[in-house]
């Protein structure tokens, strides 16, 4: 049996560069960073989901917002679920390190590759916050949108959230110079239909475990 979902796909500028939004039904399912840059599509609506996405991303880029509210369809294993619903338990303006989720999750600090992995896999960049894991060392370490763009979503809530610095890694993190001329207002959208089993793999609706 399949059933027809509609998919919706929109650009954003942002000070950490273009982010693509991507929407299934009411819910959202990906932002990513993109190399592409962003232009404007005149007289075209987003989605809900994608509008509201876009507005609470731009209070969060602006310093008013510290945490996301919106229906989320992160696909992935099982496993990957249980770390992205982990990652949003992390306080703003805080850090946990790979071991500590896995000690979270009960997998033991043995486990910290395999959340390093899942970490790494989450779709749905800065919503779920993968940025605010970093190494037992209080390194940084990777991030699939580039450690620059890590740096500065750690030094945005730093500087947003002084209350509650994360000690380890608050002399390593000084966030960039946003880009001037960086429009956070900016999108371009498209909608498409596609088919698909009417048995999805594993969606959730904010990450929960």
């Known amino acids: 049996m399949t059933m027809t979902v509609d998919t919706s796909t929109a650009t ?15 819910s959202l399912t990906e932002v990513s960073f993109s ?27 602006a310093g008013q917002l510290e945490a996301f509210d919106l229906p989320l369809a992160a696909r992935g294993t099982q496993f990957q679920q249980r770390v992205w619903s982990e990652l949003t338990r992390i306080p703003y303006g805080t850090t946990a390190s790979y071991g500590e989720i896995a000690a979270r999750l009960g997998a033991g600090a043995g486990a910290s590759r395999a959340v390093g992995v899942a970490n790494g896999s ?8 993968c940025h605010r894991v970093i190494g037992s060392n209080g390194k ?5 949108g580039g450690l620059d763009r890590k740096r500065y979503l750690l030094g945005l ?4 959230a002084p209350g509650s610095l994360f000690a380890a890694s608050a002399a390593a993190v000084k966030a960039p110079t946003p880009n001037p001329t960086a ?5 371009l959208v498209s909608t498409s239909r596609r088919s698909r089993s009417s048995r999805p793999s594993s969606t959730s609706s904010a ?3």
Do not use: H, K
């Open 12 to 26: 954003m500028d942002s000070p950490v560069g273009p982010l693509v939004l991507r929407s299934e039904g009411e």
């Open 35 to 61: 190399d592409q840059p962003v232009e404007m599509a005149a007289g075209v609506s987003p989605e809900p989901v994608l509008a509201e996405a876009q507005r609470q991303i731009c209070a969060y880029f």
């Open 122 to 129: 989450n779709p749905i960049a800065i919503v779920i916050p």
């Open 140 to 144: 940084l370490t990777g991030y699939a």
């Open 157 to 160: 809530e730093a500087s947003s």
């Open 183 to 187: 429009s956070s207002r900016s999108m």
């Open 207 to 209: 990450p929960d475990a």
